[in-house]
């Protein structure tokens, strides 16, 4: 695999080298021609280059101004994950579905990222959790309060917090969608904790007769 890597570079190498050679010998420019045809060829190079010089120069600037850090989860577009490594040419982002995602460093200029952990290990996730609207609304806090509490995966020292909202569907039908913000320890195990989590809650929902 290694070799095969090389392979491209290596054929690129010997046609531009044999191209002008051969056109060297069959034509027999003077120097000043072959020359400016040089100066043409590098010219014209350098326009092509041009995204890649663009992302040498993004991507000191992204090591120097830090947006973001290897290791924090990011979303840019309808990418989500992990930062696996910041080179000068483009980064590598391991999505959730651990596909690696390479993204040159140039489209992160005038786009938008957002970083939710921040150069820190923990991570903020929300979760929501859709019950019927005749529910009670503070019992159902309660239990979601009460079961991020007890996940291993949540920072129990930092606060939970749920949000409640309606939400009129394209049918007329209202239901009550309650997110759940709270910080886990390890932003790595974040579909580990909403897995646990809402599975839980289901639980205590069920138990208790709520829709």
């Known amino acids: 695999m290694v070799i095969l890597t090389w392979v491209p570079l290596l054929n690129f190498t010997i046609y531009f080298v044999g191209f002008f050679t051969a056109a060297y010998i069959i034509f027999q420019p003077t120097e000043k021609i072959y020359f400016g045809f040089i100066a043409s060829a590098l010219i014209a190079f350098g326009f092509a280059a041009k995204d890649i010089l663009q992302s040498l120069i993004a991507g000191v600037f992204i090591l120097i101004d830090k947006p973001f850090q290897v290791g924090d989860r990011i979303t840019f577009q309808d990418n989500y994950g992990e930062i696996v490594s910041i080179g000068l040419r483009s980064v590598r982002l391991l999505t959730l579905d651990q596909n690696v995602v390479t993204i040159p460093n140039h489209r992160f200029i005038n786009d938008i990222v957002s970083s939710s952990s921040a150069g820190q290990l923990a991570v903020m996730v929300t979760t929501d959790i859709h019950i019927s609207p005749t529910a ?73 007769n709520i829709r």
């Open 136 to 208: 009670n609304l503070m019992q159902v806090k309660n239990i979601l309060e009460k079961t991020a509490a007890q996940n291993t995966y949540v920072d129990v020292k930092q606060p939970i917090v749920v949000v409640v909202r309606e939400i009129l569907g394209i049918t007329g039908v209202i239901t009550i969608a309650m997110k759940t913000k709270c910080i886990i320890k390890d932003a790595r195990t974040e579909k580990a904790f909403q897995t646990s989590f809402i599975m839980d809650v289901n639980k205590e929902l069920k138990d208790q």
